[in-house]
């Protein structure tokens, strides 16, 4: 029509894709840890949940894990062993998983050894000793076994309380002494073979060795140096595991202490008010006495207005 007004169809505008301006995207993951164990207990309470759901849909979540802990009691244990079992399954399956898991970080471990060293081929023993290493550089949160202890756990909650107790620390502070005493021996054993074969050869003491631009008097083999490296490298990551530790349980101690102020200073403001409280109920016993007293005194007083009467009515 003429005088219709034809509205124009305008094309959809094309949104920005991407990643959400200011949010970081997190690096992909090159291993994940393994997902930690369910007891048989749990796999009772996720199968029977859903079933105790659909016939009681108005009961809230906590009513619904009471009757299930108290339908589990009740059960006899040849019906929970069927549970005990599955969890034993999945107990065997975590435990595959954390191999491959130790066993992914102890390449990982050998592949910065090497780099550290600066060498690709360091040989059999820094790698045995880059193996060894790798306990130390695994992360112990994202498992459920503490290498230092030898002790598998059942949860987080109870790792972690283990890792800031003093037997942790115990046992840890004893495998660096056991590694120090043996890089000792190492060092006194190199030292005795370097000395003997010194006195065996005429050395010339004016040959010395440049490293650095230091001056040694011993000229040691690569491997040494490496194993040194590697030495060093553990005693710092050692230190470093036990100062966390060390920190961890000096935090929790702060914690504690806190709450024992708080504690103390409630019971002092307490302690005032009760003393307040009995010095108004003192004082007000001090009055009921006098009260008292002054009752005392009124069948004297009527006593001696009687006679005092009868004195005046025989005069």
């Not at 920005?16 to 090159?30: F, M, V």
């Not at 107990?91 to 191999?99: S, V």
């Not at 898991?101 to 790698?127: D, N, P, W």
């Not at 050395?203 to 001056?215: E, N, P, R």
């Amino acid at each position: 029509m003429k005088g219709s007004v034809v509205p124009s169809i305008l094309p959809p505008q094309k949104r920005k894709g991407g990643w959400p301006k200011g949010k970081k995207r997190k690096p992909p993951k090159e291993f994940s840890a393994p997902r930690a164990p369910t007891t048989g207990y749990v796999i009772f309470l996720n199968e029977q949940r859903i079933k105790t759901k659909a016939t009681h849909p108005d009961l809230p979540f906590t009513e619904i894990t009471k009757m299930l802990a108290a339908q589990w009691s009740q059960l006899s244990q040849a019906e929970k062993q069927k549970y005990i079992k599955e969890a034993e399954k999945d107990k065997q399956r975590y435990m595959k998983e954390l191999k491959a898991y130790q066993a992914f970080l102890e390449r990982r471990a050998v592949h910065k050894v090497k780099t550290l060293c600066g060498t690709i081929s360091i040989g059999s023993r820094s790698e045995n000793e880059a193996l060894a290493l790798s306990t130390i550089d695994r992360d112990e949160s994202n498992d459920l076994y503490c290498r230092t202890c030898n002790q598998f756990f059942s949860s987080f909650h109870n790792k972690k309380e283990h890792l800031m107790g003093k037997q942790h620390l115990q046992n840890l502070t004893g495998e660096f002494e056991k590694e120090t005493a043996e890089f000792s021996k190492h060092q006194k054993l190199q030292e005795e073979k370097e000395e003997k074969e010194e006195s065996e050869e005429e050395i010339d003491s004016t040959d010395v060795f440049q490293f650095g631009g230091l001056t040694f008097q011993k000229n040691f083999a690569s491997s040494d140096f490496c194993f040194l490296q590697e030495f060093i490298f553990r005693l710092l990551k050692f230190k470093e595991f036990e100062l966390c530790e060390l920190k961890r349980s000096l935090t929790k101690a702060y914690e504690e202490q806190e709450s024992l102020k708080k504690q103390l200073e409630d019971l002092k403001n307490q302690q005032l008010k009760l003393e307040m409280d009995f010095a108004s109920i003192k004082a007000y016993s001090g009055t009921l006495e006098k009260e008292f007293e002054n009752l005392n005194m009124v069948p004297m007083l009527f006593q001696f207005h009687l006679q005092i009467v009868d004195t005046t009515t025989h005069g």
